[in-house]
């Protein structure tokens, strides 16, 4: 059999040792390749800002991303005529180099959009051929543990982005570092997958093996196998309504999942206002609780021997979670730690539910052809990007409030913390006000008016004050040079000779007069009548600052007052419906995981412990009378 880096196939059954690692170099490669697919989830809000996109066309990438995927999962069928590793290993070379060099670098969303749909290409390809290695190198009786490994991948993947992601965003918050450090963590895998990874030889992948005590009987059988035989009419043996049925149960039951890698950034940011680093930590929680339940439901289900059952009660668990996570959208008031529980209740049960799947599809599978495998894989790959496509297209239209939000509604928040104070006084003004201003800027009585309404005066308070101001110009700038405890003492008692001449010093060092001019300046202002420097000092100051609020309001741009005007009442609306369209796309993803119920009956597989047993147990007795026979 061939080996090296080239061939990679093997001609015998690996001891434990060595299919530990192959498995784990499996996992790693599977876990690298989802942590490219989904980073750009990370940095959404951020991604769609840089590159002008809308929220439709960046959900349109997934769905671009996801048809391309799934035609290249029909190709990964191709697997099981030339093997596995290769398609992992060099894959694995071209979506990293993709990932470090082509999606940073975008400098538009239709570049970005292509090199995306590259990525999705190979990734429908590896994404099924890595399964298949994974049950090749996996015993039925350990199957469920195995799978329960390889679903880390797209868990753990998930885990890296928002870990990254949420400990990385504040000091760099250029989204293309997201990518950057993904590309040279994806290489550095690549170097590993490209010196160890190995595979079956055909002969030996393309039999049944139930445990590992088969080993000598599986090699042993190898030299009969006919392999182009083997996978003669693989399609036909796969399209069936127990796998394809299934396949679509498990792509309808992960509905959930799919949007919260791609879209939860999205969601908490629109619908609650967290920060991508804050929807990112909310996130590990899935992530961790699902990666930990993965691996224990896949070692409990082997060593009970069953999957339906833990495929039952994942799906009532992980739907009761979705069912609570819908009802909690619509409450502004759901805490951070209340979203976090309820999403490890639904990553729980998702893992459960998951990990057993694997483990049933594959022995299904293999019951009708274990030389299909990758064909089988490739029926489920496809069929489950067709349903995600599907629902990305429907979430385009479930949800267009979220897409006034990302759209027009960030803009809208940056342009109005620029002009907060400015945009704070216009509030102020009544529609019609606002109007004339528009129309005319200058007319005096609609400024008298905007003043008025600013100030929270009459507007013939504020002509008052504009007269007067008018009329005693001087004497007002007299006063002013005056500190007021000594105008004070002024007003009660203008004899008062000291009061009078540190009046005159001041005014005459404010002013740059001499002292001659102060006195008559000083005198001047004793003509002006005492009510009417009370109304001005009562009134004038209020008038006075609301003018200056107008005139910083007025030099607000053109085009951006005109933005926020056209917008704000379409953004605050979408800001009401927001909730109540992200909760009906949740009861549609509660749906999905009652739809998956059903289709458990059609996997292979025992429902009660203690038949499995028996099954185990006979299956066993038959394999020794073989092996006694060869």
């Known amino acids: 059999m061939h080996g090296g880096v080239i061939g990679r196939q093997l001609g015998r059954y690996p001891d434990n040792g060595l299919r530990t690692m192959y498995l784990g170099i499996v996992v790693l490669a599977t876990v690298i390749l989802y942590y490219q697919l989904y980073v750009q989830g990370s940095v959404a809000t951020q991604l769609v800002s840089d590159l002008d996109m809308s929220l439709a066309y960046f959900i349109t990438i997934s769905v671009v991303g996801n048809a391309v995927g799934a035609l290249a999962s029909i190709l990964a069928g191709l697997a099981d005529r030339w093997g596995r590793a290769n398609l992992v290993v060099y894959g694995l070379l071209v979506t990293s180099l993709l990932v470090l060099f082509g999606l940073p670098n975008a400098s538009s969303k239709l570049e970005y959009l292509i090199f995306f749909t590259l990525v999705s290409v190979v990734e429908g390809v590896i994404l099924v051929a890595t399964p298949a290695l994974i049950r090749d190198f996996s015993p039925q009786l350990g199957r469920a543990s195995a799978m329960g490994f390889w679903t880390l991948g797209p868990v753990l993947g998930s885990l890296v982005v928002t870990s990254i992601a949420s400990n990385t965003l504040d000091s760099h918050p250029d989204w293309q570092f997201q990518f950057r450090v993904c590309g040279i963590v994806s290489l550095v895998v690549f170097v590993i997958a490209f010196i160890g990874l190995r595979e079956l030889a055909p002969q030996l992948r393309d039999q049944l093996m139930v445990s590992l005590r088969e080993r000598e009987l599986i090699e042993a059988r190898a030299r009969d196998i006919d392999v182009d035989a083997a996978v003669k009419g693989h399609w036909r043996q796969m399209v069936r309504v127990d796998i394809v049925g299934p396949a679509f149960a498990i792509a309808v039951f992960l509905l959930f999942y799919y ?260 006195i008559t300046r000083l005198q001047a202002l004793a003509t002006v009548p005492k009510a009417d420097l009370a109304f001005l000092q009562s009134t004038g100051t209020k008038v006075q600052t609301a003018g200056d609020q107008l005139k910083a309001a007025a030099l607000i741009p053109a085009g951006d007052l005109s933005y926020i005007q056209a917008n704000a009442a379409e953004v605050q609306k979408a800001q009401q419906d927001v909730p109540g369209q992200w909760q009906r796309w949740w009861w549609l993803c509660f749906l999905g995981q009652l739809v998956f119920l059903p289709f458990i009956w059609l996997l292979t597989g025992r429902w009660s412990p203690a038949a499995a047993r028996r099954d185990a147990a006979e299956h066993e007795a038959a394999v020794q009378r073989e092996l006694t026979r060869v």
């Open 259 to 518: 949007i919260a890698v791609g879209f939860f950034v999205v969601f908490f940011a629109t619908t609650f206002g967290y920060s991508e680093s804050r929807a990112n930590a909310l996130a590990n929680w899935y992530w961790i609780g699902n990666a930990i339940t993965l691996v224990v439901t896949g070692l409990a289900s082997d060593r009970l021997k069953v999957r339906k059952p833990f495929m039952v009660a994942g799906a009532v668990i992980s739907g009761v979670g979705v069912a609570l996570f819908a009802l909690a959208t619509t409450e502004s008031t759901t805490s951070y730690y209340h979203f976090a529980g309820i999403i490890l209740l639904i990553a729980i049960g998702g893992g459960m539910a998951f990990a057993a799947w694997m483990a049933a599809f594959t022995e299904t599978v293999e019951k009708h052809n274990p030389a299909a495998t990758a064909t089988g894989l490739a029926v489920w790959g496809s069929v489950l990007r067709v349903v995600v496509t599907c629902a990305l297209v429907g979430l385009i239209f479930a949800i267009p409030a979220a897409g006034t939000l990302v759209d027009k509604g960030t803009p809208l928040q940056a342009l109005a913390d620029k002009y907060a104070a400015p945009l704070a006084t216009l509030q102020k003004l009544d529609p019609a006000t606002q109007k004339a201003l528009g129309a005319n800027p200058n007319d005096q009585l609609t400024q008298a008016s905007a003043v008025g309404q600013i100030a929270g005066v009459p507007t013939t308070d504020v002509v008052k004050t504009v007269t007067l101001s008018t009329q005693y110009a001087q004497q007002l700038a007299t006063a002013q040079a005056v500190d007021p405890v000594t105008l004070a003492t002024l007003s009660g008692n203008p004899t008062n000779a000291s009061a009078g001449a540190r009046a005159v010093a001041q005014i005459a060092q404010k002013l740059a007069i001499s002292p001659t001019q102060a």
